[in-house]
């Protein structure tokens, strides 16, 4: 079955601390992984992809298919980063769906 | 925000009323879907389209029917709203150069 879990409902953490918002996923074949963050009642917004290898905002994630794990990750968190933090998964194919995760919230306080 | 727009943004209504959510594209993207967002549940999808007059169910598909007669208008219809309905609507659209989803800024609707 295809599925992706991410095990944290919410992460608290004080700013400058660092970051690591778990996700780990089930799928049998070649999936492409997404980060979407969403900020308070706003639009899902791509944050990251692991085909482009970016760091956007100071996150990065790496794909390990060892572990089938897609870890968001940043050194020193911000006020600004609290938000829903979403990770997913699709197939290989084009114009195929997402399958999301539950979400993380994440709490930065100063 | 990738020329994605749905209508209405707040809606209100009854049990047992029909009610259609709308979500407009501007830049011709020949896929779109609609997901529904619920605490605990996280996104999940409820019909695609990956054309005029092509659409397909996802995993939450019963008591919804989709129409797109337009590339630009992916329309969701409950057709006998339910309070379980009652949820935070998205609507997406696969970017045709990037394959990359992009999210409308969702109709939030509530069912009494």
């Known amino acids: 079955a295809q599925r992706v879990t991410q095990p944290e409902k919410l992460l608290s953490v004080f700013k400058g601390a660092p970051v690591e918002l778990k996700c780990n996923y089930s799928?049998?074949?070649?999936?492409?992984l997404f980060w979407y963050v969403q900020y308070s009642r706003q639009r899902l917004q791509l944050l990251l992809r692991?085909?482009s290898r970016e760091s956007i905002k100071g996150f990065t994630a790496d794909l390990n298919k060892g572990e089938t794990s897609f870890h968001l990750k940043k050194p020193f968190a911000q006020e600004e980063d609290s938000a829903m933090y979403y990770c997913?998964?699709?197939?290989?194919?084009?114009?195929?769906?997402?399958?999301f995760g539950k979400g993380t919230t994440l709490s930065v306080s100063s | 925000d990738a020329g994605i727009t749905q209508s209405p943004r707040h809606k209100v209504t009854e049990t047992g009323t029909p009610v259609t959510l709308r979500c407009h594209q501007t830049?011709?993207?020949?896929?779109m879907y609609w997901y529904r967002q619920d605490p605990g549940h996280g996104l999940r999808l409820i019909h695609y389209s990956y054309g005029v007059k092509d659409t397909d169910k996802g995993e939450v598909s019963d008591g919804y029917s989709v129409s797109r007669s337009k590339t630009e208008d992916f329309l969701l219809t409950l057709e006998s709203a339910t309070s379980s309905q009652t949820s935070v609507y998205f609507c997406?659209?696969?970017?045709?150069?990037?394959?990359?989803?992009?999210f409308g800024p969702g109709t939030r609707l509530t069912v009494l």
């Open positions: 692991h085909i």
């Open positions: 997913a998964l699709r197939g290989p194919q084009a114009g195929t769906a997402l399958i």
């Open positions: 997406a659209i696969s970017d045709s150069n990037t394959d990359t989803q992009y």
């Open positions: 799928y049998s074949g070649s999936p492409e």
């Open positions: 830049e011709n993207h020949r896929y």
